[in-house]
């Protein structure tokens, strides 16, 4: 059975992913690597993170993991719990999307990340991305953009993969 669990954040220096259920920041080149990782794969995200981008994204099978047992749309498959998750997860690529709760209950089934860290701090940030213990992961690339006029801030694309013992 040939299956792995990813991870896709962004996020900036203090680990903040998110204000009033919106990307603190606009990144174009960000948003089209978000695309080109995550087309033609299962996504998974939670409840809020789904509400935020408003409809199912093109191209992939959605999965949204909620605690309401009566939440539905059209087109996406509903789990209550991360082991459920995993359990219907059995071959292929499974992309965690966020956001906060989920990125917290998905980690320790991890074997990828591909984060994007922006070089800025939002103060009225209200999520975060949890603390990765660096014992546990190898940064495997790491690709620097300047901020420009199409990108206010600079950024990294950090790629880590999970040490195993």
């Known amino acids: 059975m040939n299956r792995e669990i990813a991870l896709i954040v962004a996020h900036d220096r203090e680990r903040a992913i998110g204000h009033a259920g919106q990307l603190p920041w606009h990144l174009p080149d960000d948003l089209r690597r978000f695309k080109a990782l995550t087309l033609g ?27 309401d047992p009566h939440w539905q ?35 320790a089934d991890v074997d990828r990340i591909e984060s994007t860290e922006v070089d800025t701090r939002i103060a009225a940030a209200d999520t975060w991305f949890p603390p990765l213990p660096d014992k ?30």
């Open 41 to 67: 794969h299962t996504v998974i995200m939670g409840r809020k993170t789904f509400d935020s981008i408003g409809k199912p994204l093109p191209g992939r099978q959605n999965w949204v993991l909620t605690r």
């Open 73 to 107: 749309v059209p087109g996406v498959e509903c789990f209550g719990n991360w082991e459920q998750v995993v359990r219907q997860h059995r071959s292929g690529l499974l992309w965690v999307i966020g956001g906060g709760e989920i990125y917290l209950a998905a980690l």
């Open 136 to 165: 546990q992961w190898d940064i495997v690339a790491r690709e620097l953009h300047a901020a420009d006029e199409r990108h206010a801030f600079g950024f990294d694309l950090v790629t880590r993969t999970r040490r195993r013992s």
